[in-house]
């Protein structure tokens, strides 16, 4: 009985050891989260940042392509239309969401059908796009925030249709797509070959092949047409994940003065 009865105090005292040790845990975790994001305020940094940087340099890249006589519109990525809207809108060459700065490049014979070669025409009107594009993501603020520039090629579901099976048909289109984006890619370098960013493009181009995985509907069914398209999107930085890293290897408390 005796000995019982010394167990029970030690069962709550160590009940209150672990009771304290969790507040303290949570009041550190608070008073850290506090801290961290007051200096993502205090910095300036974070998506939303990236964000507007984003819009901007949108709103000046359009208006560049219109002085080049390129029929270019800021529309935010649909990739399921109503014939409604379509009525209202004008067929552009190069359509770009301001909030992503994902460029779509519409079906304008940039390449022949089955054929990943580029056109005389295609290459004519790349010669004016692309270096439009590269310059105002490579040369301005927007470049901090970029980690790849991915070219992306689409095609439509109706290529190789009916002599393949689905999976063959759906390879084939992978394999086209892919070549398509990989000449463009390869028409970025030659045409920025004197560019202070060349080099960079090494680390940040990417290419991609969609195949028919992403159409474009219009009332619920597949446009052919705008199904085939290419595709330059923006990889952003993760930014509150590098403010965090910072944020840790400045934890010596000589950041938050300013707050």
Not at 26 to 36: K, Q, V, Y
Not at 47 to 70: H, P, R, S, Y
Not at 127 to 155: A, C, E, R
């Amino acid at each position: 009985m005796g000995a019982k009865v010394r167990q029970k105090p030690r069962e709550e005292g160590g009940n209150i050891f672990w009771v304290t040790m969790s507040d303290l845990f949570i009041g550190m975790f608070m008073i850290f989260a506090t801290l961290f994001f007051a200096y993502c305020a205090n910095t300036g940094q974070g998506n939303g940042e990236a964000a507007k940087v984003v819009c901007e340099t949108v709103q000046q890249m359009v208006q560049d392509m219109k002085n080049l006589n390129i029929k270019a519109e800021q529309k935010v990525e649909n990739t399921d239309i109503k014939s409604e809207e379509l009525k209202q809108e004008k067929m552009a060459d190069v359509e770009i969401d301001p909030f992503s700065g994902m460029a779509k490049i519409s079906d304008m014979e940039l390449f022949k059908l089955n054929s990943a070669e580029l056109t005389p025409k295609g290459r004519e009107f790349l010669g004016k796009f692309l270096p439009v594009y590269f310059d105002s993501v490579m040369n301005g603020n927007l470049k901090q925030y970029v980690t790849y520039i991915v070219i992306q090629g689409h095609t439509d579901s109706q290529l190789f249709r009916g002599s393949y099976t689905r999976q063959e048909q759906y390879m084939k289109n992978m394999n086209l797509s892919m070549n398509r984006a990989y000449n463009v890619a390869n028409y970025v370098f030659v045409l920025c070959k004197n560019k202070p960013y060349y080099n960079d493009l090494t680390k940040m181009l990417r290419v991609e092949g969609a195949s028919f995985s992403k159409p474009i509907l219009v009332d619920g069914k597949e446009d052919y047409k705008r199904s085939r398209r290419v595709e330059l999107r923006l990889v952003l930085r993760p930014q509150k994940m590098e403010v965090l890293q910072q944020f840790l290897r400045t934890g010596n408390g000589s950041s938050y003065e300013k707050l």
